[in-house]
């Protein structure tokens, strides 16, 4: 029970902190608005997140998750250089920003190489300061995907609704289930580095 409430605690903001679970739906936007990148909104079609993909800032591998007044709560980015070059897992880091404005890490994603993209390949995130660790587990592109915490719990589960399937060939509308206590804004800034990674709507 102890390592469950662990993995609750907020990442980003204790305000993305339900006590219930929270059905948020992921609407893809065309490259032609902000970069690209989705909305995110909730049942009643408040928009909760916008992430802006790196086309609206003409910087590749950077990606911004904004609230739903358009301020910035995490700032995105692959590393890169030699090292990165050179190793097995590009990584990606997301940030928050202090009152000060300086760079806070929150968490680290490991990515695999383009060539191991493959369904079975696992992709891992840990976080700061605490150093909790999570999973994705099943397929992003195919929308049946699931963020799951160190000691086995679903932390989100995303997914497509059997109605809008249906009515639609595109993935362009989805919905993502996070559980009670699960920091919302932490669960969209790993969706936004997936749809990156896989080539979507938030690549350039």
Not at 14 to 22: A, M, P, R, T
Not at 95 to 117: H, I, N
Not at 123 to 137: C, D, L, M, V, Y
Request: with cysteine; hydrophobic share 40%; aromatic share 8%.
């Amino acid at each position: 029970m102890a390592a469950a409430k662990a993995s609750a605690m907020p990442l980003i903001s204790k305000l993305y902190c339900s006590s219930s679970q929270v059905v948020l739906v992921v609407r893809r936007r065309p490259h032609v608005v902000n970069g690209g990148g989705f909305v995110v909104t909730d049942c009643s079609q408040k928009v909760v997140f916008r992430i802006d993909g790196c086309g609206v800032l003409g910087t590749k591998g950077e990606l911004v998750l904004r609230d739903g007044n358009g301020d910035a709560l995490l700032l995105i980015r692959r590393k890169g250089g030699m090292v990165e070059a050179l190793s097995i897992h590009k990584r990606w880091k997301g940030y928050t920003f202090d009152y000060e404005g300086s760079q806070k890490l929150v968490f680290t994603l490991k990515e695999p190489r383009s060539s191991c993209l493959a369904k079975n390949n696992a992709i891992r995130i840990a976080t700061e300061p605490k150093g909790s660790s999570f999973e994705i587990k099943g397929y992003f592109p195919d929308r049946n995907c699931s963020i799951i915490d160190s000691i086995g719990n679903i932390v989100a589960q995303i997914g497509v609704m059997k109605e809008v399937d249906e009515l639609m060939a595109s993935k362009d509308l989805y919905h993502v289930v996070v559980n009670p206590g699960i920091d919302q804004a932490f669960v969209f800034g790993v969706i936004s580095v997936l749809d990156y990674i896989y080539g979507e709507s938030t690549r350039c």
